[in-house]
Nanobody, 110 residues
Framework: VQLQASGGGLVQAGGSLRLSCTVS????????MDWYRQVPGRQREFVAS???????NYADSVKGRFTISRDNAKNTMYLQMDDLKPEDTAVYYC?????WGQGTLVTVSS
């Protein structure tokens, strides 16, 4: 099973980005999928999760600004990030436990 994350980049504060994560390989079933992020020197932190049925959780730091979604037919999960802040700068990773994607860098300039 492989997870491919994409969509990161450089954006000004207040801007938006949309991340994607596609699962491929020997997929039996896809359950809960998550987004995490990590700043160098700090622990990886939870951002958002979505179950196969669409139940969603967000970290308090992103509630109201980020929207997680998934397209089960495409084995793809998304993270729409609006009103980005410099503190959102990190490498964003997708996960479909126990598998992780390779990460995509999001940089928010002030």
């Amino acid at each position: 099973v492989q997870l491919q994350a994409s969509g990161g980049g450089l954006v000004q504060a207040g801007g938006s980005l949309r991340l994607s994560c596609t699962v491929s390989g020997s997929i039996v079933s896809i359950n809960t999928m998550d987004w995490y992020r990590q700043v160098p020197g700090r622990q990886r932190e939870f951002v958002a999760s979505i179950t196969y049925g669409g139940r969603i959780n967000y970290a308090d730091s992103v509630k109201g600004r980020f929207t997680i979604s998934r397209d089960n037919a495409k084995n793809t999960m998304y993270l729409q990030m609006d009103d980005l802040k410099p503190e959102d700068t990190a490498v964003y990773y997708c996960r479909e436990s126990p598998y992780w994607g390779q990460g995509t860098l999001v940089t928010v300039s002030s």
